[in-house]
């Protein structure tokens, strides 16, 4: 999911670079909700796995 964020990130500098400002409005927007996405489902990995491993095993 990341690697998805990091090439919104690209073709919005490309776009910028090139002056398409719209496009690289939009894309950064993806970018940005792609990577809040992503370190949420990490906590949420995080926190699934520590619960686990705390809890004993039957």
Do not use: Y
Not at 22 to 27: D, K, L, N, P, T
Not at 47 to 55: D, F
Request: aromatic share 10%; hydrophobic share 70%.
């Amino acid at each position: 999911m990341l690697g998805w964020a990091l090439t919104f990130l690209v073709v919005a500098l490309i776009a910028a670079v090139l002056g398409f400002g719209g496009v690289a409005g939009v894309a950064i927007e993806i970018a940005k909700i792609i990577f809040f996405v992503a370190i949420a489902l990490f906590l949420i990995s995080a926190i699934i796995g520590l619960v686990r491993r705390r809890s004993p095993g039957v």
